[in-house]
C-alpha cells in the first residue's frame, strides 16, 4: 500500500464517519441549547429536562436515518473489502 493510497482511504474513512455522525450531535447540540435556553428563562432546573428532550430527539432522528446511515455504512465498507486487492500490491 502506497502512502498516498493510505491517506486518501483515511480522508474517506474520517469523511464518512463524521457525515454519520453530524445529524445525531447537531440534534443533540440544538435540543441542548433550547432547554437550556428554556431553563434560563423560567429559571427551572429539572436535571430529566435536559436528558429526556435530548433522547427522544435522537432516537427520533435515529429512526428517520437509519435507513440511509446503514446504506452508507454498508457502500463504504463494500468499497473498502474490493479495495483489499489494491492494498496487498
Do not use: C, D, Y
Amino acid at each position: 500500500m502506497n502512502p498516498e493510497f493510505a491517506v486518501e482511504l483515511l480522508k474517506s474513512t474520517i469523511f464518512h464517519a463524521v457525515s454519520l455522525a453530524a445529524p445525531i450531535l447537531l440534534v443533540a447540540m440544538v435540543l441542548g441549547l433550547a432547554v437550556s435556553l428554556f431553563q434560563a428563562v423560567t429559571t427551572i432546573h429539572e436535571q430529566t429536562l435536559t436528558f429526556v428532550p435530548k433522547a427522544l430527539g435522537i432516537v427520533a432522528v435515529l429512526i428517520l436515518l437509519l435507513p440511509w446511515m446503514l446504506r452508507t455504512a454498508v457502500e463504504f465498507t463494500t468499497l473498502v473489502i474490493e479495495k483489499i486487492p489494491e492494498m496487498v500490491k
